[in-house]
T-cell receptor, first 115, second 116 residues
């Protein structure tokens, strides 16, 4: 069975600084995808970034980038130039390729951006 | 833009009641999902459906059932609500795997359900 581990329950970062949110995963399947979602206090889940297990380059989307280290089974989210609006819960999730799109989620990291 | 709409943002029900949570998506997605979210536990899959009238159990199906009579609508049913089902419930939809593995699940805004 797949497992996602997010070891940081809470993180603080100053505005305009970069922050890394950790995610490690466990699967014996060679083909999978990794997703990061943001959940503001209002509750909606917002998709941020995707990394496929066979992708050669780390994914980037604007201020978000994914530090993918396949051998270490880690997929850390890097947010550059943090903004107050980045304060939210962040979830890492994994999906095995070819399955019925089921996602396995981590427990999340609450990020607080301060002035 | 994909729109996943959950019928209620907040809901308060009593122990023993039969509770219906409704979810509608407008993107013609084959797959639909129900999760519950609890502090410190992340999101856990209750049930999912990959076609009309088709359903599969997720990781925590006990005490729940689902219905999918039309492609765009997926209902979660609490047969006899109990206090331990007080939680945030999230509905999601997506294309099937063959239409792009990078396609994310799209979520509704969630329903905060309290069982008294």
């Amino acid at each position: 069975a797949q497992k996602i581990t997010q070891t940081q329950p809470g993180m603080f970062v100053q505005e305009k600084e970069a922050v890394t949110l950790d995610c490690t995963y466990d699967t014996s399947d060679p083909s999978y995808g990794l997703f990061w979602y943001k959940q503001p206090s209002s509750g909606e889940m917002i998709f941020l970034i995707y990394q496929g297990s066979y992708d050669q380059q780390n994914a980037t989307e604007g201020r978000y980038s994914l530090n993918f280290q396949k051998a270490r089974k880690s997929a850390n989210l890097v947010i550059s130039a943090s903004q107050l609006g980045d304060s939210a819960m962040y979830f890492c999730a994994m999906r095995l390729t070819g399955t019925a799109s089921k996602l396995t989620f981590g427990t999340g990291t609450r990020l607080q951006v301060t002035l | 833009d994909v729109k996943v709409t959950q019928s209620s943002r907040y809901l308060v029900k009593r122990t023993g009641e039969k509770v219906f949570l409704e979810c509608v998506q407008d993107m013609d997605h084959e797959n639909m999902f129900w999760y519950r979210q609890d502090p410190g536990l992340g999101l856990r899959l209750i049930y999912f459906s990959y076609d009309v009238k088709m359903k599969e159990k997720g990781d925590i199906p006990e005490g729940y059932s689902v219905s999918r009579e039309k492609k765009e609508r997926f209902s979660l049913i609490l047969e006899s609500a109990s206090t331990n089902q007080t939680s945030m419930y999230l509905c999601a939809s997506s294309y099937p795997p063959g239409q792009g593995d990078s396609q994310p699940q799209h979520f509704g805004d969630g329903t905060r359900l309290s069982i008294l």
